[in-house]
């Protein structure tokens, strides 16, 4: 999905893993985000996230055959990415302030 939204748009890119490092196409994440946000209490709303170069599936094992997502791999595979997000520090995007402190994330080995 992530390729044809950035063709439409006129972003040329080779991979997930390219267009996940793109400014603009986080920053359109971001401002998509932030539009979530605004239909949701505080509570629920997302404060910082990570684009990833790797697309979830069950073939690389984020996903179950019926696209649920197994939290237990998905955690241990970015446990770096996550805990960038509460570190201090904090590494990711903040959703409210815009800054992108961005950190390199690794493609885990066996996805792509």
Known sequence: MAPLWAQG?????SSLADLASRPEVVEAVRQAVAEANSRL?????????VLLGAEWTSQSGELTPTQKMRRNVVLRRYAAEVDGMYAEPPTGVDVAGGALVLAAAPVPAGAS
């Open 41 to 49: 209490s505080r509570i629920e709303q997302i404060k910082r996230f």
């Open 9 to 13: 748009r006129g972003i040329q890119s």
